[in-house]
């Protein structure tokens, strides 16, 4: 009880919490580290997609841009929803099933230190990501980013991570620990698809853009695309309006799969 009470001890408050988060991250960090299946596929994936449809298939124009540049971008989102998605997902439902989220509770450790650490661990694999990525551009690719761009593409993505986490969340939640793969490719597949990742958002029939316009994969690229003068429409609020309203709405089912969760465990 006395370590419970310290954590919330006026004037200690801020310096504890922050303590603790850091703590739980760096942890979250090495555990996910010792999981060469998440670790190395989620750094994996998108270089190898890069490789083949960016450099393998030689110098192409996807609008005005060339393909190397543009889909530094349109995969950078890939490797960022995939970072979330499975950083947050899979280990809580892999971690609920089997009563790890229950220990958590009885420590005095405050639980949103424990989510916290997750959305951090995922954002350092999205960062990760990006770099992969534009070192890949640079070396083999011709792709030369200013270091304004630069900066700007990675903050981008990497903000726009957080609403693939609440997304993540809200999976883990209802998803068991051996479904939760599974259902996490199944958004993630046909999102990406939809969106304009694997094949240029022009390219794709005209249903299908009307339906990507409701995706927050769809917003994020176009928010990463503008920054290379791939962008296909719409305004920079309004992109981040709609991935801020699909954030909210994935946190409130979260927030309805713990509720249920606590009142299943008492």
Known sequence: M???????????????????????????????????MFSISTLLFPLMFYVLFGLVMGPQTIGNVRSTLYLIPAYGTFGVMGASLFGTAASLAMERGLGWLEVKRASPMPLFAYFVAKVVMSM???VSNVLALVLMGAAFGGVHLPGSILFKL????????????????????FAGPNSAPAMINLFYLPMSFCSGLWLPFMFLPKFIQRVALFLPA??????????????????????????????????????????????AHG
């Open 2 to 36: 006395a370590a419970t009470l310290s954590i919330f001890e006026p004037g200690r408050l801020g310096p504890n919490l922050v303590t603790i988060c850091l703590k739980e991250a760096k942890y979250e960090f090495l555990k996910s580290l010792r999981y060469p």
């Open 124 to 126: 350092i694999f999205s």
């Open 154 to 173: 990675v903050v981008t993505l990497v903000a726009g991570s957080l609403p693939f986490c609440a997304m993540g969340l809200a999976i883990g939640y």
């Open 218 to 263: 769809y917003h994020l690229s176009q928010l990463a695309l503008n920054l290379v003068g791939g962008g296909q429409g719409g305004t920079y609020l309004r992109h981040w309006q709609m991935l801020a309203g699909f954030a909210l709405i994935s946190l409130g089912v979260a927030w309805v799969g713990h509720r249920r969760d606590e009142k």
